[in-house]
């Protein structure tokens, strides 16, 4: 039976963390699906299909990674592929209360279904989608935060008419 993962986020852009923790985690896992969800109560900046479309751009390159959409519960879409395992990224201590209790509902909904947090790299611990937009939008330099095709999609929405 492979090992079914399944990488859940708003990607509101997929960033170079993003990229790192997928890639890192198919080295224990065959497969890897990376959930994109429909339903983010913020009003993200990339629609669902632009979303889809940079992530599969930025990992084109990582076999075993299939992208899907979700919408309703993590827990349910993970059984509807067969997954055992939800991977998450903790950045920093802050981000651990959240994901605890996200993690313990996660199993109480779908019993069986572990999470698998993941520290970053040192050089991408900094990196967040909100951080990125809002260098984005003030017109920073992407380089190394994000694939070129992110930034260049960035570029495009940040654009003065
Ligand atoms: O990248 P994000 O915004 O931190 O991802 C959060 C996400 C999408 C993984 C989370 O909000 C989620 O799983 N949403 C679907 C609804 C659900 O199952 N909620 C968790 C039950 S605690």
């Known amino acids: 039976m492979p090992t079914i993962a399944v990488y859940a986020g708003s990607f509101d852009p997929i960033t170079r963390g993003h990229a790192e923790l997928a890639r890192r985690s198919r080295t224990f896992v065959d497969e890897l699906v990376v959930a994109v969800t429909t339903n983010a109560s913020k009003k993200p900046l990339f629609s669902i299909e632009e979303r889809m479309s940079l992530i599969e751009t930025t990992l084109a390159n990582v076999s075993g990674v299939t992208v899907c959409r979700f919408d309703g519960l993590l827990a ?20 651990f209360e959240y994901e605890f209790q996200m993690a313990l509902m996660n199993r109480h909904l779908g019993p069986g279904l572990e999470t698998v947090f993941m520290v970053p790299s040192v050089e991408t611990t ?18 190394g935060l994000v694939h070129p095709a992110v930034a260049a999609a960035l570029r495009t929405k940040f654009a003065k008419p």
């Open 76 to 95: 349910d879409f993970a059984r509807s592929v067969g997954a055992s395992l939800i991977i998450r990224g903790l950045r920093a201590a802050g981000d």
């Open 126 to 143: 900094y990196i967040s989608s909100t951080i990125v937009r809002e260098v984005a939008r003030y017109g920073g330099d992407l380089t």
